[in-house]
């Protein structure tokens, strides 16, 4: 009989991890990539943000010292950015006290602030407070803000003009179109997922753009050129008007030169009454916000499934909320006609719409006062970089030679500038200036 011996078993032992690559820190190649355009092309303008992106990438590294390298292009970055900011400063202190190149820096500042506060301001501003209520409350993707402030102008132009109804009755109207095209769109969209929402409103806002301007539809809305003559009771109204405080200005408009900003006449009575209307819209969205009605609608944009299931009609939730951006939204156009006396089809464009979502991301979301900051911050921007630019191309001896920049490009780089900042401020603060970051989730459903 026969024994077998068995070998024992080895025992297992501990398993062996695999050796991870170490990379290099994506934000210490950001940093140095700012850093180098602060030097260069920036003149200094991206270097405070090569210094905060470098400080975070070394940060990153000694986190993780054996997975993340790049501590020396980091603290190259660091350095280079605090080079840049010296820069920048000298070059604005100077540019003050004895102008660089022939630009007035005093002057560019004046115009950025007369932007800030002014009319144009105002319109986005309330635009932005619509889209606030869409986008930052509800969740709902409205790429049609300029179709709501198109109705909003041309009800008042045309119930006073084409249809000759009295001033106020035309307000009314102007009011109840955003309404009625809230109602059109919500109906078809609100129950399909939020991209069905963003197509139909970018669509539903070109069509209401081409048939204002079309040919066929001149003897109603004006055509190409639109509609002048109704708002004659408004600027009647300018309480301003008999003011002795006013010196006359450029093309003989009389202006209050208040030193560092000047307004003409018309445009202070347009800023009294629109940052009024600017104050109600944000009251309104600050005590609807912390009623139930706006707890409900947080809730739909963090999961509308658990709102449903807890026998909330979230399709009526919607439509409300979106007939209540809509007509801020048409209070923007309102105003926008009121404040220029004519409304043209050209004027609401899908850009009018980029632009206070661009406005609404700067304040931040699903705050009461982030849209009408980020207005303002914006304009500020758009202005004084185009008086900036302007001055810097223009006279026999420009700051930026003609091979680089003329002075019909000027006008354009100022939105490349823009673009430019919303990329970095997406990179370092994405919720905005006064915005949470959990507030700018997108409800894809």
């Known amino acids: ?22 990379r290099t820190s994506k934000g210490a190649i950001t940093a140095m990539v700012l850093a180098i355009a602060g030097l260069t092309l920036a003149v200094g303008i991206t270097s405070p943000f090569a210094y905060v992106k ?53 002057g560019v500042l004046r115009t950025a602030l007369n932007q800030a506060f002014g009319p144009n301001a105002i319109v986005y501003a309330l635009a932005a407070i619509g889209l606030n209520v869409h986008f930052g409350y509800t969740g709902l993707l409205n790429f049609g803000q300029a179709g709501f402030m198109a109705v909003g102008a041309y009800g008042l132009a045309v119930s006073v003009v084409t249809w000759d109804l009295p001033f106020w009755l035309g307000i009314v109207v102007a009011l109840g179109a955003p309404v009625v095209l809230a109602l059109m769109l919500g109906i078809p969209t609100l129950r399909l997922r939020a991209d069905y929402l963003a197509i139909a409103t970018i669509a539903t806002a070109e069509i209401l753009r081409l048939v204002f301007g079309a040919v066929e539809t001149k003897s109603v809305f004006g055509g190409s050129n639109g509609l002048t003559g109704y708002a004659g009771t408004f600027q009647d109204a300018n309480i301003f008007r008999n003011w002795d405080i006013f010196t006359s200005g ?53 999961d509308e499934d658990a709102v449903r299931s807890l026998g909330k009609n979230v399709f009526a939730y919607k439509m409300q909320a979106l007939i209540l951006g809509g007509l801020f939204g048409g209070l923007a156009g309102l105003f926008l006609a009121l404040k220029q006396a004519s409304v043209v089809p050209s004027d609401y464009s899908t850009n009018m719409t980029f632009l206070a979502f661009t406005a609404l991301l700067i304040g931040g979301a699903a705050r009461v006062g982030g849209p009408v900051i980020g207005a303002m911050i914006l304009w500020f921007l758009i202005s004084g970089l185009g008086a900036f630019f302007g001055q810097a191309t223009s006279g026999s001896d420009p700051l930026v030679p003609s091979w680089l920049m003329d002075n019909t490009q000027s006008s354009l780089v100022r939105f490349i500038a823009v673009g430019l900042g919303l990329m970095l401020l997406m990179i370092f603060r994405p919720q905005g200036i006064f915005g949470d970051r959990r507030e700018i989730a997108i409800d894809g459903r």
Do not use: H, N
């Open 1 to 22: 009989m026969s024994t077998t011996t068995s070998e024992p078993t080895p025992a297992p032992g501990p398993a062996v991890a695999p050796q991870q690559v170490a």
């Open 54 to 106: 470098a400080r975070q990438a070394l940060r990153e590294i000694d986190a993780a010292p054996g997975r993340l390298t790049g501590r020396g292009m980091a603290q190259a970055a660091q350095i280079l950015g605090i080079i840049g900011t010296l820069y920048l400063l000298a070059w604005v202190v100077i540019g003050f006290t004895a102008g660089i190149g022939g630009v007035e820096l005093s």
């Open 250 to 302: 450029a093309l003989g408009f009389e202006r209050l030169d208040l030193g560092i900003v000047d307004f003409s006449k018309r445009d202070l009575w347009s800023m009294l009454v629109g940052w009024t209307l600017v104050a109600i819209c944000c009251l309104i969205v600050w005590a609807m916000m912390r009623s139930p009605w706006g707890r409900v609608l947080r809730s739909i944009r963090e």
